[in-house]
């Protein structure tokens, strides 16, 4: 069974710009978070898309958005980049419920200049 | 507020020894933990996934325990190699919380010395 991917692997990006990175979640898994990394703030939980419904969000500006189509892939789209937005992206997907497994996928690193 | 907390935040042990990773979180009513290692610029590999109902689980060399009333897991990692020097993080879904949301703790970055 082939794991949850992400793409594209690296993005520079010039502040002001805006960027869409893309997740496949793993087949049959019908739920997908997305988390932001950096090493000042660890990992911070973005937002939860289940069954195209985002089912919770993050305390982030509304700049982060999401998406999720109904094959359960997913898309989160930043505008209006800053440089703080400079971070490794990591989606992760999961089956129904709060009871099951995480599996993480590469990570977007995303590089604002 | 679900808080996630690993300490210490390094540790350097030499090949062999047995590794002991602390966890704590300050709110009990959780759905499970799950350990996960990170190695650098890399994505998240789980580990190990304790339910709430559940004390403890295995995997090889991996034992993970969970004490819900007092806050705290605890991952131990038996004759440590070299190949297991990456950052540890563990996490919870928290049963207040909407959905899937993990709560991460900071993480512990491990170095086995050969």
């Known amino acids: 069974k082939a794991g949850v991917t992400q793409t594209p692997r690296y993005l520079i990006k010039t502040r002001g710009q805006q960027v869409t990175l893309s997740c496949s979640p793993i087949?049959?898994?019908?739920?997908v978070s997305w988390y932001q990394q950096t090493p000042g703030q660890g990992l911070q939980f973005l937002f939860e898309?289940?069954?195209?419904?985002?089912?919770n969000k993050g305390n982030f500006p509304g700049r982060f958005s999401g998406r999720q189509f109904s094959n359960s892939r997913s898309e989160m789209n930043v505008s209006t980049l800053e440089l703080g937005d400079s971070a490794l992206y990591l989606c992760?997907?999961?089956?129904?419920?709060?009871?099951?497994?995480?599996?993480f996928g590469p990570g977007t690193r995303l590089t604002v200049t | 507020k679900q808080e996630v907390t690993q300490i210490p935040a390094a540790l350097s042990v030499p090949e062999g020894e047995n590794l002991v990773l602390n966890c704590s979180f300050t709110?009990?009513?959780?759905?499970?933990l799950q350990w996960f290692r990170q190695d650098p610029g890399k994505g998240l590999t789980s580990l190990l996934l304790?339910?709430?109902?559940?004390r403890e689980q295995t995997s090889g060399r991996l034992n993970a325990s969970l004490d819900k009333s007092s806050g705290r897991s605890t991952l131990y990692i038996a004759a440590s190699q070299p190949g297991d020097s990456a950052t540890y993080l563990c996490?919870?879904?928290?049963?207040?919380?909407?959905?899937?949301?993990?709560?991460f703790g900071g993480g512990t970055r491990v170095l086995v010395k050969p």
């Open positions: 992760a997907s999961s089956l129904e419920g709060a009871l099951g497994e995480q599996y």
């Open positions: 304790i339910q709430s109902s559940q």
């Open positions: 898309y289940f069954s195209e419904t985002q089912r």
């Open positions: 996490a919870v879904i928290g049963i207040k919380a909407a959905g899937n949301k993990l709560t």
């Open positions: 087949s049959g898994h019908r739920s």
């Open positions: 709110d009990s009513a959780i759905y499970n």
